[in-house]
C-alpha cells in the first residue's frame, strides 16, 4: 500500500469550511485564485507519492547518523529536498516580497499534511524553515530580512527553531543559553537539545533562532531574547563563509522519526562563540518566538491529521485483501466485511476527517484575519482553535494509529506492513511543540479565561445554529439532535469553569479540551454535511459519504464528550489522597 493523497476531500473542506475562495485575490493573497487551488494539490500530491513517500521506510531502516562532527542524513532525502525547493514548496505561505506563493495558509495547511502523511521525518525540516520564515517576517529588522529570507524562501537555506535545553525542559524560564554583545553582533554560548534537522546537507546553509539571555538580562521569561545564528556566516553572494562556532554533538535515538536528524547542538564549543544577530528587541523573544511556535503548532496538529490519514488507508487496504473467519451471511470474504473491521475503520475515517475539519478551519480564521474588516474576530478564532488542532488531533491520531495495528492484527505487530512506524511515530506529536496538557492549560486559561469564555460562546452559538439547520434535513436530524445535546453541556461547563479556581480549571484542562475538541469536530462535520447534501447532485457517492461520516462520528464518537466533560467536573483531587500515592499507600 502506498500513501495516495485524499484530493477530493482536501479540496471540499477548504472550500466549505476553510473559505479558501473568499480570500483568494484579497490582501496579502492577491496572487491567489481558486481556479489554481485543484492544480496546486494535485502538483503537492504527486511529490508527496512518488518522490517523499518511497524514502519513508528509508529513514526508518537507515537513520541519519554524524560524521566527522556533520550530519549525514538518510540515502535520498537531499535529492527529495532538491526537488521539493525547485517546485517552490518551501515557500507556499512566505510573502511574494522575497519570492514566496503568498499562497493562503488554508492551502498549504492541505499541502503540509500531504507532507507529514507521505514522510513525517522528512516534513519536520521544511515545516520548521517555514515558521522560521514567518517570525523573520515579522519581527526582525530590514536588514537581516534582506540578507536571509530570499534564500530560506528558496529553499537553499532552512531553518531551526533552538529553545529547549538539558535543564529546561518546556520550561523556557529556565534558558541559560547566554548572549555576549560583540559589536553589531553577539557571541552565543550554550547547549540546546531536542533541535529537529538541527544539522544535515540538504541545503547549503541552516539558520537557527535561538532562545538566550543577554548578560545582565532579568532572570525568568522577561530576561529572553531571541536571535539569528547561521551554520555558516554568509560570504560574498551568499556563498557559505566561515563555519561558526556550532554543531551538533550528539543524535537523539528516539522512539519514532527515526529518519529525522534531532540533534543536541552547542553553541561556542571552540571558545569563540557562535556569532548571531539579535531580532527584534532585547527581552522579547519569547513573545516572538510565539510567532514559531504557534506556526509549528498548526503544522504538528496537520502532522496528526496526516498520520490519520496514512493509517486509514493503510487499514482499508489490508482490510479488504486480508481474508480471515467467516463474515456474518457470507462464507468467506476479506476481514473488510466484518462488522467490527468496518466499526473500526468508520472510527479511523470520520477521526481522521474531524480533524482535517478542525485544522483547516483554524488555518481559515488566520487567513481571515489577515484580509478584512472581521480580522480581530478572526483571529480570536484561529487563536481559540490552535491548541484544539494541536492537542486534539494529536491525541486522536494515537487512536486512530493503534486502530490501524488492530485491523491489521499480529500482522500490525510485525514490521513489514509498516503500522507499527505509524505507532511509534505518532507518539510524538502530543510531546513536541507544547504537551497536550500545555495546550489544555492554554485552552482553558488564555484562551477561555481572557475573554469571560466570549469566543468559545460564539463558535458554540455559530454550531447551534448550524443544528437548527440540520435538523431540518431528514438524513441528518438526528447527529443534529446529538451535537446540540452535547453543546448543552459544553456551555454549562464553561460557565462552571468560569467560577472555579485556577487549580480545578487546570486539573480539568485536558477533559476540557479534549470534550471540546470532540464536539467541535461533530460540528464541522455536521457543517460539511449540511454543503455535502446541498451539493449531491454533484456526485452522489461522494456526498453521501461526508453525511455517513457525519452521523457515525455523531452516533458513535460523540457520546465521549459527555465522558469527558463529567471527568472535568470531577476533576479536583484531595490533597492527602496525592500524598499517599508519593508514599506508595
Given at each position: 500500500?502506498?500513501?495516495?493523497?485524499?484530493?477530493?476531500?482536501?479540496?471540499?473542506?477548504?472550500?466549505?469550511?476553510?473559505?479558501?475562495?473568499?480570500?483568494?485575490?484579497?490582501?496579502?493573497?492577491?496572487?491567489?485564485?481558486?481556479?489554481?487551488?485543484p492544480a496546486i494539490l494535485e502538483e503537492?500530491?504527486?511529490?508527496?507519492?512518488?518522490?517523499?513517500?518511497?524514502?519513508?521506510?528509508?529513514?526508518?531502516?537507515?537513520?541519519?547518523?554524524?560524521?566527522?562532527?556533520?550530519?549525514?542524513?538518510?540515502?535520498?532525502?537531499?535529492?527529495?529536498?532538491?526537488?521539493?525547493?525547485?517546485?517552490?514548496?518551501?515557500?507556499?505561505?512566505?510573502?511574494?516580497?522575497?519570492?514566496?506563493?503568498?499562497?493562503?495558509?488554508?492551502?498549504?495547511?492541505?499541502?503540509?499534511?500531504?507532507?507529514?502523511?507521505?514522510?513525517?521525518?522528512?516534513?519536520?525540516?521544511?515545516?520548521?524553515?517555514?515558521?522560521?520564515?514567518?517570525?523573520?517576517?515579522?519581527?526582525?529588522?530590514?536588514?537581516?530580512?534582506?540578507?536571509?529570507?530570499?534564500?530560506?524562501?528558496?529553499?537553499?537555506?532552512?531553518?531551526?527553531?533552538?529553545?529547549?535545553?538539558?535543564?529546561?525542559?518546556?520550561?523556557?524560564?529556565?534558558?541559560?543559553?547566554?548572549?555576549?554583545?560583540?559589536?553589531?553582533?553577539?557571541?552565543?554560548?550554550?547547549?540546546?537539545?531536542?533541535?529537529?534537522?538541527?544539522d544535515h546537507e540538504m541545503a547549503e546553509?541552516?539558520?537557527?533562532?535561538?532562545?538566550?539571555?543577554?548578560?545582565?538580562?532579568?532572570?525568568?521569561?522577561?530576561?529572553?531574547?531571541?536571535?539569528?545564528?547561521?551554520?555558516?556566516?554568509?560570504?560574498?553572494?551568499?556563498?557559505?563563509?566561515?563555519?561558526?562556532?556550532?554543531?551538533?554533538?550528539?543524535?537523539?535515538?528516539?522512539?519514532?522519526?527515526?529518519?529525522?536528524?534531532?540533534?543536541?547542538?552547542?553553541?561556542?564549543?571552540?571558545?569563540?562563540?557562535?556569532?548571531?544577530?539579535?531580532?527584534?528587541?532585547?527581552?522579547?523573544?519569547?513573545?516572538?518566538?510565539?510567532?514559531?511556535?504557534?506556526?509549528?503548532?498548526?503544522?504538528?496538529?496537520?502532522?496528526?491529521?496526516?498520520?490519520?490519514?496514512?493509517?486509514?488507508?493503510?487499514?482499508?487496504?489490508?482490510?479488504?485483501?486480508?481474508?480471515?473467519?467467516?463474515?456474518?451471511?457470507?462464507?468467506?470474504?476479506?476481514?473488510?466485511?466484518?462488522?467490527?473491521?468496518?466499526r473500526m475503520i468508520m472510527f479511523m475515517?470520520?477521526?481522521?476527517?474531524?480533524?482535517?475539519?478542525?485544522?483547516?478551519?483554524?488555518?481559515?480564521?488566520?487567513?481571515?484575519?489577515?484580509?478584512?474588516?472581521?480580522?480581530?474576530?478572526?483571529?480570536?478564532?484561529?487563536?481559540?482553535?490552535?491548541?484544539?488542532?494541536?492537542?486534539?488531533?494529536?491525541?486522536?491520531?494515537?487512536?486512530?494509529?493503534?486502530?490501524?495495528?488492530?485491523?491489521?492484527?499480529?500482522?500490525?505487530?510485525?514490521?513489514?506492513?509498516?503500522?507499527?512506524?505509524?505507532?511509534?511515530?505518532?507518539?510524538?506529536?502530543?510531546?513536541?511543540?507544547?504537551?497536550?496538557?500545555?495546550?489544555?492549560?492554554?485552552?482553558?486559561?488564555?484562551?477561555?479565561?481572557?475573554?469571560?469564555?466570549?469566543?468559545?460562546?460564539?463558535?458554540?452559538?455559530?454550531?447551534?445554529?448550524?443544528?437548527?439547520?440540520?435538523?431540518?434535513?431528514?438524513?441528518?436530524?438526528?447527529?443534529?439532535?446529538?451535537?446540540?445535546?452535547?453543546?448543552?453541556?459544553?456551555?454549562?461547563?464553561?460557565?462552571?469553569?468560569?467560577?472555579?479556581?485556577?487549580?480545578?480549571?487546570?486539573?480539568?484542562?485536558?477533559?476540557?479540551?479534549?470534550?471540546?475538541?470532540?464536539?467541535?469536530?461533530?460540528?464541522?462535520?455536521?457543517?460539511?454535511?449540511?454543503?455535502?447534501?446541498?451539493?449531491?447532485?454533484?456526485?452522489?457517492?461522494?456526498?453521501?459519504?461526508?453525511?455517513?461520516?457525519?452521523?457515525?462520528?455523531?452516533?458513535?464518537?460523540?457520546?465521549?464528550?459527555?465522558?469527558?466533560?463529567?471527568?472535568?467536573?470531577?476533576?479536583?483531587?484531595?490533597?492527602?489522597?496525592?500524598?499517599?500515592?508519593?508514599?506508595?499507600?
Amino acid at each position: 500500500m502506498t500513501y495516495r493523497a485524499p484530493l477530493k476531500e482536501m479540496q471540499f473542506l477548504l472550500r466549505e469550511l476553510a473559505g479558501v475562495e473568499e480570500v483568494c485575490g484579497k490582501a496579502p493573497f492577491e496572487e491567489a485564485s481558486p481556479e489554481l487551488v485543484p492544480a496546486i494539490l494535485e502538483e503537492a500530491a504527486k511529490l508527496a507519492e512518488n518522490v517523499i513517500a518511497p524514502l519513508n521506510a528509508a529513514g526508518e531502516a537507515d537513520p541519519p547518523r554524524i560524521v566527522d562532527g556533520q550530519v549525514r542524513e538518510t540515502a535520498g532525502f537531499a535529492e527529495a529536498y532538491r526537488q521539493f525547493a525547485e517546485g517552490g514548496w518551501n515557500a507556499c505561505s512566505a510573502s511574494t516580497r522575497f519570492g514566496g506563493m503568498g499562497l493562503p495558509h488554508a492551502i498549504n495547511s492541505a499541502v503540509s499534511e500531504m507532507w507529514a502523511a507521505a514522510n513525517l521525518s522528512f516534513s519536520i525540516c521544511p515545516i520548521l524553515s517555514m515558521a522560521a520564515i514567518e517570525t523573520l517576517e515579522t519581527h526582525s529588522d530590514a536588514e537581516l530580512q534582506e540578507r536571509y529570507l530570499e534564500n530560506m524562501v528558496s529553499g537553499r537555506w532552512t531553518g531551526t527553531m533552538n529553545l529547549t535545553e538539558p535543564q529546561a525542559g518546556s520550561d523556557l524560564a529556565a534558558v541559560r543559553t547566554r548572549a555576549v554583545p560583540a559589536g553589531d553582533h553577539y557571541r552565543i554560548f550554550g547547549q540546546k537539545i531536542f533541535i529537529s534537522w538541527g544539522d544535515h546537507e540538504m541545503a547549503e546553509n541552516i539558520i537557527h533562532l535561538v532562545l538566550a539571555r543577554i548578560e545582565g538580562a532579568p532572570e525568568g521569561v522577561q530576561g529572553i531574547s531571541l536571535f539569528l545564528v547561521p551554520k555558516y556566516v554568509p560570504g560574498e553572494n551568499d556563498a557559505p563563509g566561515e563555519r561558526n562556532d556550532l554543531g551538533p554533538i550528539a543524535l537523539e535515538k528516539k522512539m519514532g522519526i527515526h529518519g529525522s536528524a534531532t540533534c543536541a547542538m552547542v553553541y561556542g564549543e571552540a571558545g569563540k562563540g557562535a556569532i548571531g544577530w539579535l531580532i527584534g528587541e532585547e527581552n522579547k523573544g519569547l513573545s516572538y518566538m510565539f510567532t514559531m511556535m504557534n506556526s509549528a503548532r498548526l503544522h504538528v496538529g496537520l502532522e496528526g491529521v496526516g498520520l490519520s490519514e496514512l493509517a486509514t488507508q493503510k487499514a482499508v487496504a489490508f482490510a479488504a485483501e486480508r481474508v480471515q473467519g467467516r463474515p456474518p451471511g457470507r462464507r468467506d470474504g476479506a476481514i473488510i466485511h466484518h462488522p467490527d473491521v468496518r466499526r473500526m475503520i468508520m472510527f479511523m475515517k470520520s477521526m481522521t476527517e474531524a480533524a482535517r475539519a478542525i485544522s483547516y478551519s483554524a488555518a481559515g480564521a488566520l487567513d481571515r484575519s489577515m484580509t478584512g474588516a472581521e480580522g480581530v474576530r478572526a483571529r480570536a478564532r484561529f487563536e481559540l482553535l490552535i491548541p484544539v488542532a494541536k492537542g486534539w488531533n494529536t491525541e486522536i491520531a494515537q487512536d486512530v494509529a493503534s486502530m490501524c495495528m488492530q485491523v491489521h492484527g499480529g500482522m500490525g505487530y510485525v514490521e513489514e506492513t509498516g503500522a507499527a512506524q505509524i505507532v511509534r511515530d505518532a507518539r510524538i506529536t502530543t510531546i513536541y511543540e507544547g504537551t497536550t496538557t500545555i495546550h489544555a492549560n492554554d485552552f482553558i486559561g488564555r484562551k477561555m479565561q481572557r475573554d469571560g469564555g466570549a469566543e468559545l460562546s460564539r463558535l458554540l452559538l455559530e454550531a447551534r445554529e448550524t443544528c437548527a439547520l440540520a435538523a431540518q434535513s431528514d438524513r441528518l436530524a438526528e447527529a443534529a439532535g446529538f451535537v446540540g445535546e452535547s453543546l448543552s453541556q459544553a456551555q454549562e461547563l464553561t460557565q462552571w469553569l468560569l467560577q472555579e479556581s485556577d487549580e480545578t480549571r487546570a486539573a480539568a484542562a485536558v477533559n476540557f479540551l479534549m470534550g471540546c475538541g470532540t464536539l467541535i469536530g461533530a460540528w464541522l462535520l455536521l457543517k460539511a454535511a449540511l454543503a455535502a447534501e446541498a451539493a449531491m447532485e454533484q456526485d452522489p457517492h461522494f456526498h453521501q459519504s461526508r453525511i455517513r461520516i457525519c452521523n457515525f462520528f455523531a452516533a458513535q464518537i460523540l457520546p465521549r464528550a459527555g465522558a469527558h466533560y463529567s471527568a472535568a467536573r470531577r476533576a479536583s483531587l484531595p490533597d492527602q489522597w496525592l500524598a499517599d500515592m508519593a508514599l506508595g499507600i
